[in-house]
């Protein structure tokens, strides 16, 4: 009964896969306009406590080949006692202090009263960038982001790189999520015009979206990716520029990684709850962005459904060989079945993660010898999901919870 189970649940799985990459072929129809005019950009930094990282963001941009004002650099803080605070007033930035902190205390509400601010004070920016404190950018992001901002993109999203990728095998492995998301999924969707996948930091979002609007309606524990279900079912265009580079800091611990991947699928599933039905109805209409809605619709099910299989299974086989009701030869050869089992599992996410390293080349910030080691740790990487899963669903009240930052790397560093 139990292997009938996994198989119905694999072959579902498989027809979700191939309808999905049928309908991604499609394409999605949606035009863009082309913008002639240099565009005016506002910056948007969240930097709570964030003194020790945020001067060598400051600086990155300052050296940008498209030059920012410091006129245009908003920093986010919760109190004058910051010390962030005196840097910013040092160099001429633009504070804005958060004066509603309770249970507001996420990302997605710090921006949201920063353009609540800024709209407030009849400001107009073309375009809005978000970028964590820790953030470092190539001296050409900006001047990359132009070129997508005149194709006519509403959102552009930049290549996310790291700057402690050596530091830890857990920091290597964090990664290389974010290589997945760009390197695999979002250039696969630019490729069929399909709406992308933001995570985290360093795009930009156009700002009459974001005036009409009247803020930043987002604020799940991953509000990055709420707003991209936004987008797809409101066709807002979005595009990938792996020339537009920046850094980030990765998480060094295990323990880390697994409160930080629990926050992001908690937060995942309650933007796609908040978000579902209006993505079903878009769905049902057909228009000329289906493909992006029905591959938004369709999510990680066809993979939680392969890992739902695999579980059961090996948890029948388990309980089997340890029910006293079997020979101890049946046993054995139970046993041998589980290990080929999570053995095949391993080598098809070993396979995966060799293709990921591949396709990177030298873009990503991990020498040789930690490529290595990541090839063969990845694959237990990713299957800690799960644990990250369980957790998501077990605790029903996950906060933000900040990271401390162990790194102070300039953007000179980062050439090496």
């Known amino acids: 009964m139990i292997t009938l189970i996994c198989l119905i649940l694999i072959f579902i799985a498989s027809y979700l896969l191939v309808k999905e990459y049928l309908v991604a072929l499609k394409g999605s129809k949606l035009k863009l306009t082309k913008v002639k005019e240099t565009p005016t950009f506002a910056i948007l930094i969240p930097a709570r406590d964030e003194s020790l990282v945020i001067p060598n ?19 986010i803080v919760e109190s004058k006692k910051d010390k962030t605070v005196d840097i910013a007033n040092k160099r001429g930035i633009n504070i804005i202090y958060r004066k509603n902190l309770t249970n507001r205390r996420r990302k997605g509400y710090a921006l949201d009263d920063a353009i609540k601010e800024i709209i407030k004070s009849k400001k107009h920016y073309d375009a809005y960038f978000i970028f964590d404190a820790d953030n470092v950018l190539d001296r050409n992001f900006f001047k990359e982001m132009v070129k997508s901002y005149k194709k006519g993109y509403d959102i552009g999203i930049g290549y996310r790189n790291t700057k402690n990728g050596n530091a830890s095998i857990y920091s290597a492995a964090s990664s290389l999520t974010f290589s997945m998301i760009n390197t695999f999924s979002n250039n696969y969707k630019l490729k069929h015009n399909l709406n992308l996948t933001i995570s985290g930091t360093g795009f930009y979002i156009k700002g009459k979206i974001l005036e009409d609007l009247g803020g930043y309606p987002f604020n799940s524990l991953t509000e990055d990716y709420e707003f991209t279900l936004y987008a797809t079912i409101n066709d807002l265009t979005s595009t990938y520029n792996m020339k537009a580079k920046y850094f980030d800091e990765q998480p060094t611990s295990y323990n880390v990684t697994i409160k930080q991947r629990t926050r992001w699928v908690k937060g995942y599933f309650d933007s796609r709850n908040k978000y579902y039905p209006l993505l079903k109805a878009k769905v049902a209409k057909k228009d000329n962005n289906y493909p992006s809605a029905y591959i938004a619709l ?11 299989s695999v579980i059961l299974y090996l948890a029948n086989l388990i309980y089997r060989i340890i029910s006293n009701s079997i020979v101890k030869v049946e046993s054995y050869n139970l046993l041998l079945q589980v290990l080929l089992i999570i053995l095949a599992v391993y080598l098809v996410l070993l396979i995966f993660t060799g293709i990921l390293l591949i396709k990177e080349k030298d873009n990503l910030r991990l020498n040789r010898k930690m490529k290595i080691k990541a090839l063969f740790y990845n694959p237990i990487f990713l299957a800690s999901y799960v644990k990250c899963l369980y957790l998501a669903l077990k605790n029903k009240d996950l906060t933000w919870e900040k990271i401390e930052h162990t790194v102070n790397i300039k953007e000179e560093e980062l050439k090496k």
Do not use: A, C, R, W
Not at 59 to 65: A, E, G, R
Not at 298 to 308: A, R, T, W
């Open 298 to 308: 369709v999510g990680v099910k066809p993979y939680i459904l392969l890992v739902v």
């Open 57 to 75: 963001l400051l600086d990155s941009i300052k050296k940008q080949t498209f030059k920012i004002e410091s006129k245009d650099i908003y920093i």
